[in-house]
């Protein structure tokens, strides 16, 4: 019981007693006898003879008079006071941080930029093309010296169907920057590196592919994803940035290229260009000369990139800042981004929560108890982890109002609110006035470790505690939002389902939130979760 008693002294105050080496005001150095209790042999008093001959070594209760020593001690030493809060946590906001996509305005200024196949992008500089300024890539225009078609890769297997696009992006890129490449070809695919002889292969130097943009007067970085196939250098040299009105090119830098990792051998390559005046500007994608050829390119880039800090134009390449991560514009200059609020929890259910099932077995829920009687019973699983760390660096409870720059955080009590709409469904059950009647929702917590306690010192110190429990508790499921500070009508509504189990248990830890599949639950009503934490910490005092 010594023993515990010390352990209990070390998790409540954060701190392993083993390594105190200082005198406190009270008592001696607790690592020069606090490990002595279990080197202490016992007296066995029932025997009196003996008892008389051979004492013990030390009384018990002297070493327990040390731990109250070091108690008090710890408080002369160092000024905190103990302080109380209450916090009301979005699981689906405050601890994942759950986005939905939504369109999102880019810094790429190009249009269908990682498309080059779209309506954004059109045929030009074919003789005998009409209308003269081009037609739509993809759409019959009558040429045939410019062709653009997606790349596929292999097929994993021979009966796997279309294969899919292959670019210069891998597996783990992220959806707005993901893009297939593109084989374009110029003149006769056939006869590549000889003169375009197909009938109406009509190839000139300035045909291509080109998109049109409204600059204003400012410094732009183009970037573009390329790899030569049969011309050298032509990845290099293929963009051109030129007036709309005379077609004549404007200034550019040197054209660099970014040590990539990506698959294959795609390279990414970069220029700069100054626009002297608000006009229209066509960055087009040319061949080297007449003869026919091709090149993979793909993800192409425009960024404004003007900040008043104009460096020479004429510097080595090596020079050049480098561009910033690819990102692929809609028509709209837009891509798809987990930006916006998550309204009606579809991803927040999608993304955060996991279908599992259990046994209820003689000696509680287990995975399998072997019983072929025992009943199953189904959950959606949420896990949430906390610390201190997470909390003061902004990235949980961001909006929860919690008490920051405290420490040695302990659980008090905890609530859970369900919000959403129709979280419960009593249209098939067989007594559909008892399943409306009860207003909430079944679930579980548990607390897993490890377990950290922030002491005074600033250091974390690992607990060492059981698992704990909130077994089938009832969580409100009123469908609405809970405030902060709470209201009287929502301090009545939450206060009957504010469990204890947790009390004096450090905050810090991974919580397992369970909500059971029982008659009345609707899952797909829940749009979010809230935590009513309340709990307590220390203050430093100077």
Same mark, same amino acid.
């Given at each position: 019981?010594? %023993? ?10 954060? *701190? ?30 029932? +025997? ?9 070594? =030390?009384?018990?209760?002297? $070493? ?42 880019? +810094? ?11 309506? =954004?992008?059109?045929?030009? &500089? ?61 003149? @006769? ?38 790899? @030569? ?15 709309? #009105? ?72 090596? #020079? ?16 798809? %981004? ?6 009606? &929890? /579809? ?19 287990? /995975? @399998? ?15 949430? &982890?906390?610390?201190?760390? @997470? ?8 909006? =929860? ?25 009593? *249209? ?17 917590? #548990? ?8 002491? $005074? ?31 009287? /009508? ?50 430093? %005092?100077?």
């Amino acid at each position: 019981m010594a %023993f515990l008693a010390r352990r209990a002294v070390e998790q409540r105050l954060g *701190e392993d007693l083993s390594l105190l080496s200082d005198d406190l005001p009270l008592v001696d150095s607790p690592s020069t006898w606090v490990d002595s209790v279990c080197a202490t042999s016992g007296a066995n008093l029932a +025997d009196t003879q003996i008892f008389e001959q051979h004492f013990a070594d =030390s009384f018990i209760g002297d $070493y327990v008079t040390k731990l109250e020593n070091i108690v008090e001690s710890y408080r002369l030493i160092n000024n905190f006071h103990e302080g109380s809060d209450s916090a009301i946590v979005s699981l689906r906001d405050d601890i994942h941080n759950v986005r939905e996509e939504c369109a999102t305005p880019v +810094d790429n200024l190009l249009r269908d930029s990682g498309y080059l196949d779209r309506q =954004s992008w059109s045929v030009i &500089g074919c003789e005998g093309l009409a209308p003269p300024d081009g037609g739509p890539v993809g759409e019959d225009s009558g040429a045939t010296c410019v062709s653009v078609v997606p790349i596929l890769a292999a097929p994993a297997a021979p009966d796997a169907g279309s294969a899919p696009e292959s670019g210069p992006f891998g597996d783990t890129a992220p959806a707005f920057a993901k893009v297939p490449g593109y084989r374009v070809t110029f003149g @006769d695919s056939m006869n590549l590196g000889t003169e375009c002889i197909l009938p109406g292969c009509l190839l000139t130097p300035d045909a291509g592919i080109s998109q049109s943009l409204q600059l204003e007067a400012k410094r732009y970085r183009l970037s573009w994803y390329a790899r @030569d196939l049969a011309l050298p250098l032509l990845a290099s040299s293929m963009v051109h940035v030129t007036e709309r #009105e005379s077609g004549a090119p404007l200034a550019t830098s040197e054209t660099a290229t970014v040590g990539t990792e990506e698959p294959g051998d795609w390279n990414r390559w970069f220029l700069y260009f100054d626009v002297p005046y608000p006009q229209t500007v066509d960055v087009s994608i040319r061949p080297v000369g007449t003869v026919s050829q091709q090149i993979d390119v793909a993800a192409l880039m425009l960024e404004d990139v003007h900040d008043g800090r104009l460096f020479n134009l004429g510097v080595a390449a090596a #020079e050049l800042p480098l561009p910033k991560p690819y990102v692929n514009a809609d028509e709209n200059g837009e891509a798809m %981004f987990p930006v916006c609020e998550d309204t009606d &929890g /579809s991803t927040f259910r999608e993304q955060v929560w996991t279908r599992r099932c259990v046994k209820l077995c003689p000696d509680g829920l287990r /995975s @399998d108890c072997g019983s072929v009687t025992a009943q199953t019973h189904c959950f959606r699983e949420a896990v949430l &982890g906390i610390s201190q760390r @997470d909390i003061e660096d902004g990235r949980i409870f961001a909006l =929860s109002g919690f008490a920051r720059g405290n420490f040695n955080y302990r659980v008090e009590s905890v609530g859970v609110n369900f919000v959403g709409t129709g979280t419960r469904d009593c *249209e098939n059950s067989t007594t559909p006035s008892t399943c409306y009647a009860s207003g909430f929702i079944p679930y579980t917590i #548990e607390h897993l470790g490890p377990y950290y306690v922030r002491n $005074y010192g600033g250091s974390d110190f690992k607990a060492e505690l059981f698992t704990g429990r909130i077994e089938h508790a009832r969580g409100l499921a009123a469908e609405r939002y809970l405030s902060n500070p709470l209201s009287s /009508s929502d301090r009545d509504l939450i206060g009957p389902y504010l469990r204890q189990e947790l009390r004096g248990r450090p905050l810090d830890g991974t919580f397992v939130l369970r909500v059971w599949e029982e008659e009345g639950v609707r899952f797909d009503g829940i749009e979010d979760v809230q935590l009513v934490l309340n709990y307590r910490y220390w203050t430093r %005092f100077d």
